[in-house]
């Protein structure tokens, strides 16, 4: 049986239901093969998805990649509810969150995973960051350090690696092709396949190096 809390009243998780206004209450419970309740909380003024399970003393935080969400973890969750209290969200503008305003950044991000804590009155966990959490779990642990017991990067992004000549010669390649009009010549495809909005949000986050927060994470 998959392992499942409650945290709080209603008032205290800002949790959607019918008496709010963003409800949708056909989507309020969502089960899944893993028998896990998807819920919602209204964070910076938006409709967050989240799923919270087991009741274990300490609490593990799960991070998605970009492009993926908070279902990516149910099979580590699965293995973990039963000795830990365990949480993994939809980061705005993936799975059945909300989608995010086009000047959104990692600082952004991580506060909103920051003020879900608050509402589920988690006071320090252990965050596991898969390559875009991992940024956000960086952010957390440099601006939010009273929140975080230690962080877990997993292919992590962030730091940019240094690069060798030959791939500055790939871009410029890339580069003068395209302006010759080549077909065939595909971006990323985490890029390509984003609305405009999210184009704005994905060129920000992928250029911000944070190199230099790592001497503020102890």
Known sequence: MACDVEVGTKQQRNVIDNSNPHCDNS???????????????????????????????????????????????????????AKYRVVALDFFGFGQSDFPPDYYDVAHYANDVAKLLEMLKIEKATFFGHSFGGRVAIELAAFYPQIVNRIVLIDSAGIKPRRKPSYYLKVLAHKILKKLGKSGLRGSSDYSSLSEDMKKVFVRVVNYDQKNLLEKIK
């Open 27 to 81: 989507q309020n419970i969502n089960r899944n093969p893993y028998g896990f309740e998807r819920k919602f909380a209204v964070v910076n003024g938006k409709k967050l998805s989240y799923f919270s399970v087991g009741n274990g003393e300490n609490t593990l935080v799960f991070l998605h990649g970009w492009g993926s969400d908070a279902t990516a973890f149910f099979f580590a969750m699965k293995q973990l509810c």
